[in-house]
């Protein structure tokens, strides 16, 4: 697992790097409750079962977007949801690990 993560894992690291550079908006897609418990300051609460009813709404922004929830599973079902309605996103996983990746 270190070998993949030193290969992908600083990938990731880059893009989000870039993503961040370039005013990226965070969207958390936990649900209200366990936001309300712990979120990355400035983040955009949208709900996984809501995304697709906001996609007008994170286009007008027109800026990448960086998803994350509370390990990466339901962001990475709304990077790809976001994806493939012509918004540029990438999965940043679980909402916590991302913090750290932010802050660095």
């Not at 965070?26 to 936001?35: A, K, L, N, S």
């Not at 390990?71 to 999965?91: D, F, H, V």
Request: proline share 3%; glycine share 12%.
């Amino acid at each position: 697992m270190g070998l993949l993560n030193i290969l992908f894992g600083n990938k990731k690291q880059e893009k989000i790097k870039d993503f961040k550079t370039r005013g990226a908006i965070i969207i958390d897609v936990r649900t209200q409750g366990e936001y309300n418990q712990g979120a990355i300051p400035g983040s955009k609460n949208i709900p996984l079962q809501s995304i697709n009813s906001k996609i007008n709404q994170i286009k007008k922004h027109n800026k990448p977007v960086i998803t994350c929830c509370a390990s990466g599973m339901r962001s990475g079902s709304a990077a790809t949801i976001l994806k493939s309605n012509g918004i540029e996103a990438i999965n940043g996983g679980g909402w916590h690990s991302l913090y750290k990746k932010l802050e660095v």
